[in-house]
């Protein structure tokens, strides 16, 4: 594939952003190479400046659930264009897309929406600060709960695809108040709850986590967390930023079948449009101003047309069966990638819940951060590029988990599972 235009407009955008690029991951560091250019998107394709056609499993990082461009997102969204873009003022659309979170997720009783995922998970744990009136957060190594500063702590994700899971600019002092874990081992939770007795406010989690590739929960896991968060007075906030109506109308929490007090949602519920929302209990969320004493604002907080975009997905995933669909696709993605790694690279772990799955290059099994490290970066990097110039696209980092969507169909797995089947014997 030639991709004259993409090397040129790089070349510019390398003048004006930060490794020109506005999020550090598309920069394709961790692969080698330089990113390609998008020039348009329609259901499981996406097109580059170059006129060079992908199947993307990457769905804008986890949005794009019924594909790109939907008819029914994009209808939704002119019908609300129409009536304006932002109004600053409380509207309907609001609080029809609030009331369908809140029958899907039990846990959640009042909400409040954000533009990021990233602005829902410093609320919330501002909210259970104040709430509980302790300064220190739990939280686990690869985790990533978005860019701020008491979050910024051995996360996952692009902290982690650029071989530094911490940040320049955290203040020590407050990155203190932050004790990062090990995934899957309550005993080290314990033992921290223990020697912080009643100053831990807050344990947040991915429930399944997938910023530093999709690991899976071991059993009984969360259930202890539930346990100890119990104990200790402590709250329990579940990041479904990722995981949120993605794998359920419910979320992970719906399939782990454990209630946390606060939760945090972003992507699949903005339909592809800035948004994120955080909510839980109503006596906790009753802390926030104008009612309590804990401070949080956005300008475009409920913008109309994230708000239009995000019920349409929902509605529409909901009238079309989108989950059983999901799961059949990914299951038999499942079942033939582990017949073509078992024949070509034994020494690998396939991991997928639902429609998002990820691998790894390496013999040992991942159930945390250190596991995922000892992946073979360098084969996954030959694996990426010699995917991308078979017409595939897979998330450019060996810690980034990717996504199916139910605009994935027979035909896109039948050309992804041939493009594997050359590539692997020469890995």
């Given at each position: 594939?030639?991709?004259t235009?993409?090397?040129?407009?790089?070349?510019?955008?390398?003048?004006?952003?930060?490794?020109?690029?506005?999020?550090?991951?598309?920069?394709?560091?961790?692969?080698?190479?330089?990113?390609?250019?998008?020039?348009?998107?329609?259901?499981?394709?996406?097109?580059?400046?170059?006129?060079?056609?992908?199947?993307?499993?990457?769905?804008?990082?986890?949005?794009?659930?019924?594909?790109?461009?939907?008819?029914?997102v994009?209808?939704?969204?002119?019908?609300?264009?129409?009536?304006?873009?932002?109004?600053?003022?409380?509207?309907?659309?609001?609080?029809?897309?609030?009331?369908?979170?809140?029958?899907?997720?039990?846990?959640?009783?009042?909400?409040?929406?954000?533009?990021?995922?990233?602005?829902?998970?410093?609320?919330?744990?501002?909210?259970?600060?104040?709430?509980?009136?302790?300064?220190k957060l739990?939280?686990?190594?690869?985790?990533?709960?978005?860019?701020?500063?008491?979050?910024?702590?051995?996360?996952?994700?692009?902290?982690?695809?650029?071989?530094?899971?911490?940040?320049?600019?955290?203040?020590a002092a407050?990155?203190?108040?932050?004790l990062?874990?090990?995934?899957?081992?309550?005993?080290?939770?314990?033992a921290?709850?223990?020697?912080?007795?009643?100053?831990?406010?807050?344990?947040?989690?991915e429930?399944?986590?997938?910023?530093?590739?999709?690991?899976?929960?071991?059993?009984?896991?969360?259930?202890?967390?539930?346990?100890?968060?119990?104990?200790?007075?402590?709250?329990?906030?579940?990041?479904?930023?990722?995981?949120?109506?993605?794998?359920?109308?419910?979320?992970?929490?719906?399939?782990?079948?454990?209630?946390?007090?606060?939760?945090?949602?972003?992507?699949?519920?903005?339909?592809?449009?800035?948004?994120?929302?955080?909510?839980?209990?109503?006596?906790?969320?009753?802390?926030?101003?104008?009612?309590?004493?804990?401070?949080?604002?956005?300008?475009?907080?409920?913008?109309?047309?994230?708000?239009?975009?995000?019920?349409?997905q929902?509605?529409?995933?909901e009238?079309?069966?989108?989950?059983?669909?999901?799961?059949?696709?990914?299951?038999?993605l499942?079942?033939?990638l582990?017949?073509?790694?078992?024949?070509?690279?034994?020494?690998?772990?396939?991991y997928?819940?639902?429609?998002?799955?990820?691998?790894f290059?390496?013999?040992?099994?991942v159930?945390?951060?250190?596991?995922?490290?000892?992946?073979?970066?360098?084969?996954?990097?030959?694996?990426?590029?010699?995917?991308?110039?078979?017409?595939?696209?897979?998330?450019?980092?060996?810690?980034?988990?990717?996504?199916?969507?139910?605009?994935?169909?027979?035909?896109?797995?039948?050309?992804?599972?041939?493009?594997?089947?050359?590539?692997?014997?020469t890995?």
């Amino acid at each position: 594939m030639t991709r004259t235009a993409s090397h040129q407009l790089f070349a510019e955008a390398l003048r004006y952003f930060p490794g020109g690029v506005n999020s550090p991951v598309r920069a394709f560091r961790a692969v080698g190479g330089e990113p390609f250019f998008a020039a348009s998107a329609r259901g499981s394709q996406v097109w580059d400046v170059d006129g060079n056609e992908y199947i993307d499993y990457v769905g804008t990082w986890g949005p794009a659930i019924l594909g790109h461009a939907p008819d029914a997102v994009m209808y939704a969204l002119g019908e609300a264009a129409i009536r304006g873009t932002s109004f600053g003022i409380p509207h309907a659309g609001e609080t029809a897309l609030a009331r369908q979170i809140v029958a899907w997720v039990p846990s959640v009783e009042k909400l409040r929406f954000t533009s990021s995922g990233t602005e829902a998970c410093m609320a919330a744990v501002r909210l259970a600060r104040g709430f509980t009136g302790r300064d220190k957060l739990i939280k686990f190594e690869g985790c990533y709960h978005g860019h701020g500063d008491s979050l910024l702590v051995k996360a996952g994700s692009g902290a982690l695809t650029h071989g530094e899971p911490d940040s320049a600019g955290v203040p020590a002092a407050l990155a203190a108040l932050t004790l990062a874990l090990p995934l899957n081992d309550l005993a080290a939770v314990a033992a921290a709850l223990n020697a912080n007795r009643g100053e831990v406010a807050a344990i947040i989690v991915e429930p399944i986590p997938a910023n530093a590739g999709l690991i899976l929960p071991e059993p009984g896991y969360h259930e202890g967390l539930r346990r100890l968060c119990d104990a200790h007075g402590t709250l329990l906030i579940f990041d479904e930023v990722m995981t949120g109506f993605r794998l359920a109308k419910g979320g992970a929490q719906e399939l782990l079948g454990v209630r946390p007090d606060l939760s945090t949602f972003g992507k699949v519920i903005g339909g592809g449009l800035p948004v994120g929302a955080f909510g839980g209990r109503a006596e906790i969320m009753d802390h926030l101003a104008p009612l309590g004493k804990v401070y949080q604002a956005g300008t475009l907080s409920g913008n109309p047309l994230a708000m239009a975009a995000g019920l349409a997905q929902l509605r529409e995933l909901e009238r079309t069966d989108g989950y059983a669909k999901l799961e059949a696709l990914g299951a038999a993605l499942e079942k033939e990638l582990r017949v073509l790694f078992q024949r070509h690279c034994p020494e690998h772990q396939l991991y997928r819940r639902g429609s998002m799955f990820s691998l790894f290059f390496t013999a040992r099994p991942v159930r945390n951060l250190a596991d995922a490290m000892t992946s073979d970066r360098a084969k996954f990097a030959r694996f990426f590029h010699a995917l991308l110039d078979r017409g595939v696209y897979l998330p450019p980092s060996q810690f980034e988990t990717a996504f199916l969507s139910t605009a994935h169909g027979e035909a896109e797995i039948a050309q992804t599972l041939r493009a594997v089947a050359e590539i692997l014997p020469t890995l």
